[in-house]
């Protein structure tokens, strides 16, 4: 199964045309060792334990959450983890686009109907190490569906078979969706989008997540603009939110 990728505006529906893969079509870019910088800090921000499980969200959307997800999660199977990228976004999903998936069952239908076939829904990539889950039909409940036992008891199940599980997860401010799954993940990572997000709504968004028991592990500040390179793109990470310093 062939990655895709297409050079656009951020801003496009990536619904439609899936996210900009940079660990997969430029491996040694800058852009990508920044996403090997944030998995080096991901794996040594808790030295007692490895992390099963990760949430990616945001504050609001088009702030390229699912671009750090997926890329992350591409960066965590190339250094040999098997790790599972998940679509938990049940109203916008990516994943399809993004990894060419055409069957479209995915997440919903698992948490809807009660005998439905896990394995039939995760696919391998043309990344090693690398699989997907895509969000499956839009439902009319992705709240009560997400915030279901039957979730919580895939969330467990999944970090059980498998090196590392990464949820794509919605806007934090747009839905509680967000707030559910961190309460089930051992940590959060909260993208933020230079000269787009504000300041506010990212206190907003941390406090939310806290106000549940979420475990908040870093930020990751997404379309920084470096002077004198000439690309955007270059992704930061700092590992406490309250620390006003990105790497």
């Known amino acids: 199964m062939g990655l895709f990728r297409k050079d656009k505006n951020q801003d496009a529906n990536t619904m439609e045309t899936g996210v900009k893969m940079i660990t997969v079509t430029d491996p040694t870019s800058v852009d990508t060792e920044q996403f090997n910088t944030i998995r080096t800090n991901i794996k040594f921000s808790n ?5 099963k499980t990760l949430m990616v ?3 609001n959307m088009s702030e390229g959450k699912s671009t750090v997800s997926a890329n992350i999660a591409t960066a965590f199977a190339k250094q040999g983890l098997h790790t599972l990228l998940v679509d938990s976004d049940l109203r916008r999903p990516t994943i399809n686009a993004t990894f060419g998936i055409d069957n479209p069952q995915g997440l919903s239908n698992y948490l809807s109907e009660r005998n439905f076939d896990i394995n039939s829904i995760i696919y391998k990539t043309s990344v090693k190490n690398l699989y997907v889950m895509p969000s499956g039909p839009i439902p009319p409940n992705p709240s009560e569906l997400i915030g279901s036992k039957r979730m919580a008891e895939l969330i467990k199940k999944l970090s059980e078979q498998l090196d590392l599980v990464i949820f794509d997860a919605p806007p934090v401010l747009s ?3 967000a707030q559910i799954v961190s309460t089930n993940v051992d ?9 787009k ?3 506010n709504a990212v206190k907003e968004a941390v406090r939310l997540i806290k106000q549940v028991g979420g475990h908040i592990i870093g930020t990751v500040l997404n379309d920084v603009e470096v002077k004198g390179s000439g690309y955007y793109g270059y992704y930061g990470y700092s590992k406490d939110s309250k620390k006003k310093k990105w790497v």
């Open 47 to 51: 030295v007692d334990k490895d992390y």
């Open 57 to 59: 969200t945001s504050s």
């Open 175 to 177: 839905v509680t969706d």
């Open 187 to 195: 940590g959060t990572i909260l993208v933020v989008r230079a000269n």
């Open 197 to 199: 997000t504000e300041k």
